[in-house]
């Protein structure tokens, strides 16, 4: 089993965000950066599916230099070895898939997992889009991987407390939802060998224009007026209980 | 040239699709149309893209719309690669300026906005998120029934629910939610004691049920169950869409939360910026004593 896990680093959260100066995008002075956390479940899927059938765990991800921390952080996690596309440019989904998958025609893989969507664009698209590119069957909101030879069989989630099941053959890519397994952890061990793993730099083509470009970037205007207490703890507790019960009247 | 509505059979956002189609359709100018594929024809990928991509290639619209559904996130995006568009998804808002459509989506899970701007020829690819375009009353555009013509590769079982629900949060008058504020599984008392004091049903979350601090079953939102209490108390909780869909209905909202610019206080009627650490004790014993 050759499977490819796309990843995508984006700010940490709870980040304190503000619109950039360019109004394009966010100030990125003082931001750190970690693993979009979809993408992590996507990684920890890839690397049991590994434990279970074998193989080789592939990293890829686009984006500037500071993208090969991630790209450590999966290695050291389990991954086998990484592909670092350079870029620097905030991309949207076509011109980012594009690039993935130009990285990964010539790879053969078995399966590609990626996250749902990115915490930051949030287009959700990225997986569906690189499957189109490829030529590979695709499916979402994945909550369950089975692989039996050369068929998948995975677990999709609807809405509502709904599930799915559905078989495709592989190659495929898959999207994969928050929750479908437990996070592992990076051992002492897995942070000294990610050291002298393997991670290939390509440098893309440059992107055909995009057809949905960003103009600006703002803090949403706040519409319906919420009542705030702040001050003590104690005083905005006695001021919001007065409220519920005399205003509100729910207590 | 028109704008073409994708109405996903049987879905409750159906009605908004239209709203949105409607409103895009007045701005540009141009006809509204609509296309659906009945709900007895099985959905897969594979079949709707290729039955919508025959249909807009035939008839060439300048904006095709969605719903921002579990299904469209499925689909719409290998549509729109066809056509070498990038799927302009979960917009909140558009307006057309100097003849493009500009079309406002969140970044972030709410705490920024972005203007987009759909640029060169059509078709575009818009999907709108739960309740920015609600639902009027107003005549039905012409809706042409399409059939999937391909064989296509994923093959769909019958969706099941996983198991019957031994919480019915929907019947409970007062919730109080925790989300990833609360940090650790070792904290959940901290809010278990605010439910006990108001006699509320305690419910989260997506990411405190993905960790198993909460069983899924009480977990609130687009995944989990949709309640409509007369008083919700989100503690910790962001203000994601995914989980405001399931909430923003309660009757009273407050949030409790140390990020003033939380997205959750935009639906909330009161709410207290500060650590939920501090403020959660202090009012478990204002309630005792408004109570007694
Ligand atoms: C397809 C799909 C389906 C989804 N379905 C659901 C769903 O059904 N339900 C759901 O909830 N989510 C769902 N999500 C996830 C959703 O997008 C958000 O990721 C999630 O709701 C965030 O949970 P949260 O608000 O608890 O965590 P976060 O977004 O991490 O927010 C934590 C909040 O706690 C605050 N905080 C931190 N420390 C403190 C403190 N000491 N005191 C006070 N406040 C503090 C922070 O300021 C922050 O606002 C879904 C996502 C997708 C893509």
Redesign the pocket.
């Known amino acids: 089993m050759k499977i490819i896990v796309a990843i995508k680093q984006v700010p940490q959260?709870?980040s304190s965000l503000r619109p950039a100066a360019s109004g394009l995008w966010v100030d990125e002075a003082n931001l750190g950066y970690e693993i979009n956390?979809?993408d992590a479940y996507a990684l920890e899927e890839a690397l049991q599916l590994r434990e279970k059938h074998g193989g080789e765990v592939i990293v890829v991800c686009a984006g500037p230099e500071r993208a090969q921390q991630s790209i450590r952080e999966a290695l050291a996690k389990g991954a086998d070895r990484g592909i670092h596309v350079e870029t620097d440019a905030v991309l949207d989904t076509l011109q980012t898939a594009t690039m993935l998958a130009d990285a990964l025609r010539d790879e053969t893989a078995d399966l590609i997992l990626t996250g749902?969507?990115s915490?930051d664009l949030g287009y959700?698209q990225t997986g569906v889009v690189l499957a189109e590119l490829l030529d590979f069957p695709s499916s979402t909101?994945i909550m369950q991987v089975e692989i039996d030879v050369d068929t998948l069989r995975v677990r999709r989630?609807l809405e509502d407390g709904w599930f799915q099941n559905i078989e495709m053959p592989l190659p495929a890519v898959l999207t994969i939802?928050?929750g479908l397994n437990k996070l592992r952890y990076a051992t002492l061990m897995g942070i000294k060998k990610a050291k002298s793993k393997e991670i290939r730099v390509v440098q893309p083509a440059a992107p055909a224009a995009s057809t949905a470009v960003i103009e600006k970037v703002y803090a949403p205007q706040k519409s319906k007026q919420a009542q705030i207490f702040t001050g003590d703890a104690k005083t905005a507790a006695t001021q919001l209980v007065e409220k519920l019960k005399f205003e509100a009247r729910v207590l | 040239m028109s704008v073409l509505v994708v109405l996903e059979a049987g879905h409750r956002m159906a009605g908004e699709a239209l709203t949105a189609g409607r409103q895009f359709a007045a701005a540009l100018g141009v006809p509204l149309t609509a296309a659906t594929i009945p709900a007895d024809l099985t959905y897969t990928a594979d079949g709707f893209t290729a039955a919508y991509e025959a249909h807009a290639r035939a008839t060439n619209p300048a904006l095709v719309v969605f719903a921002h559904t579990?299904q469209t996130?499925d689909w719409a995006p290998k549509l729109a690669t066809r056509f070498r568009k990038v799927l302009i998804s979960d917009v909140i808002a558009a307006r057309v300026d100097s003849g493009s459509p500009v079309f406002v989506r969140q970044l972030f899970?709410g705490k920024l906005n972005s203007d987009v701007r759909a640029t060169g020829d059509g078709p575009h690819f818009v999907s709108v998120q739960a309740g920015a375009f609600p639902p009027v009353e107003a005549e039905a555009p012409e809706t042409i029934s399409l059939t999937p013509a391909v064989e296509p590769r994923q093959n769909p079982e019958k969706p099941f629910r996983e198991s019957t629900r031994a919480v019915d949060l929907t019947a409970a008058p007062v919730i109080v939610s925790?989300?990833?504020?609360?940090?650790d599984e070792g904290n959940i008392p901290v809010v278990q004691k605010l439910a006990d004091a108001l006699g509320a049903e305690l419910a989260?979350?997506?990411?405190?049920?993905d960790a198993g601090w909460l069983p899924m079953e009480r977990?609130?939102?687009?995944?989990?169950q949709t309640v409509t209490p007369k008083l919700y108390l989100?503690?910790?909780?962001?203000?994601?869409?995914?989980?405001l869909?399931?909430m923003k209905g309660s009757k009273t909202i407050v949030a409790?939360?140390?990020?003033p610019n939380?997205?959750?206080f935009e639906v909330a009627d009161y709410g207290i910026v500060?650590?939920?650490?501090e403020?959660v004790p202090a009012l478990v014993e204002a309630v005792q004593r408004a109570k007694s």
Do not use: M, T, W
Request: hydrophobic share 35%.
């Open positions: 959260r709870d956390e979809p749902l969507q915490d959700g909101i989630e939802q928050s | 579990y996130r899970q925790v989300g990833r504020g609360i940090k989260a979350s997506r990411p405190i049920c977990q609130v939102g687009s995944s989990g989100a503690v910790g909780i962001s203000g994601a869409i995914q989980h869909v399931g409790i939360n140390q990020d939380a997205p959750i500060g650590d939920l650490f403020v």
